[in-house]
């Protein structure tokens, strides 16, 4: 069934979009990561607890809700027009957080930034990128954008932490805000005239049945639920535990950098071979395997030292580096640019990740220390092992050079 639906692509390819959007992912990248790896610390001043769960659940069920009804929004106006709309949210949520201070009202504008964050960055990555793509050149495409958005995120933590210590979380917010005009400015000279509406119109209950009775769309869908799961874990919470451990805020920035070295190293190196040998099923079973052993010893861990966190860190981000490329590879050379509800649905595994985490840990951490998060982790990401070994490796693609026609 995977070949037939490859076979009914409607493709094209086009470079200069390609590369706008890349530029796009480069700036996405860098604002997302300045905020993200405070964000727990925010919600635990405003509520005083570890336990922040309640704050990060409610974003991903209104990402989820909105992802079941993505496509027909996208009929309706078009997919650059909603990303403007995005941008244009975010650009107002980001004004009302840089002038409020830590507080409730805050957190509830933070839950808003979230939603908007990740719609941009899904609209981007996924249902714009796609519409300018051939399934042969998937993995290269996809590295090559992973690795402009990773070169981003890899900006952020260093210099989050240093504007949180000189300027509180204002400073970050108002750089956000200056980020955001540049991303729709780029965006509307690049984008502007690109205005896809021609999409699929599925009901969800039909997309949903079509979705669960294709291995090719399952399997690594399920991969992308357990990614995920481990992005939301390793995100909010290590660095509290981290807080907790003492480690000064200003050495996040360091630790965290160097965490995230493996996305820009591995991602594009990957989407090659991906492309070239067909292989990701073989790559795939390594990338769980490193993830899922390298996330155990934090439980064990009880140090202050910056070079063992920012190791074990490291490992953990080349099986995700490697897992996340490769997954998504997988998918989406089954799919294109007009299957905008099944690249929705898809990236359901984001919020419905989150969910499943955040309710999870809300109950753990009433019973247990914050470590235990680790070990259901690890317990998690070990179950990634058995769709990692029922894909079939795609065979399309091989001996051709980067951006060959």
């Not at 076979?7 to 979009?17: A, Q, T």
């Not at 990303?83 to 409020?100: C, D, H, P, R």
């Not at 050149?137 to 900006?155: A, D, E, H």
Request: with cysteine.
């Amino acid at each position: 069934m995977g070949n037939a639906i490859a076979s009914n692509h409607i493709e094209k390819l086009e470079k200069n979009k390609i590369g706008i959007v890349c530029a796009i992912s480069l700036l996405i990248g860098f604002s997302a990561s300045i905020l993200i790896y405070v964000i727990s610390s925010y919600f635990k001043e405003v509520s005083g607890s570890d336990n922040v769960s309640i704050y990060i659940l409610a974003p991903y069920f209104i990402i989820f809700i909105l992802l079941l009804k993505f496509h027909k929004f996208v009929r309706t106006i078009g997919k650059s027009y909603i990303y403007f709309i995005f941008l244009g949210m975010q650009f107002l949520i980001l004004t009302f957080l840089a002038i409020t201070p830590v507080s409730f009202i805050g957190s509830i504008l933070l839950i808003f930034y979230l939603v908007t964050s990740t719609m941009i960055t899904i609209i981007s990555n996924d249902i714009i990128l796609e519409s300018f793509s051939l399934d042969r050149m998937s993995g290269r495409i996809r590295g090559i954008n992973s690795t402009m958005f990773n070169l981003g995120v890899l900006c952020g933590p260093f210099i989050s932490s240093y504007i949180l210590l000189k300027f509180n979380y204002s400073g970050i917010f108002v750089t956000q805000i200056f980020v955001c005009l540049l991303i729709f400015i780029i965006a509307y000279f690049g984008l502007k005239n690109f205005n896809e509406k021609n999409v699929k119109n599925f009901e969800v209950k039909n997309t949903i049945t079509r979705f669960f009775k294709e291995k090719n769309y399952i399997l690594p869908y399920y991969l992308s639920f357990v990614l995920n799961f481990f992005y939301a874990i390793m995100v909010f919470y290590s660095s509290l535990y981290l807080i907790n451990l003492g480690i000064p805020l200003e050495n996040f920035g360091i630790i965290f950098t160097l965490m995230l070295i493996p996305f820009v190293l591995i991602q594009l190196p990957a989407g090659f071979l991906a492309d070239k040998k067909g292989g990701e099923k073989e790559l795939i079973i390594l990338a769980v395997l490193i993830l899922s052993s390298s996330v155990l010893p934090i439980y064990f861990l009880n140090t202050k030292s910056i070079i063992i966190w920012a190791s074990i860190l490291f490992i953990t981000r080349i099986g995700a580096a490697l897992l996340e490329i490769l997954s998504d590879t997988y998918f989406y050379k089954k799919v294109d640019g007009r299957d905008v509800d099944i690249i929705d649905f898809y990236r359901t595994a984001n919020p419905l990740s989150h969910i499943f985490a955040f309710s999870i840990c809300a109950l753990l951490l009433r019973f247990f220390p914050l470590k235990s998060v680790f070990v259901l982790l690890f317990l998690i990401l070990l179950t990634g092992l058995y769709p990692a070994f029922l894909l079939n490796n795609n065979k399309i693609g091989k001996k051709l050079k980067p951006w060959a026609k």
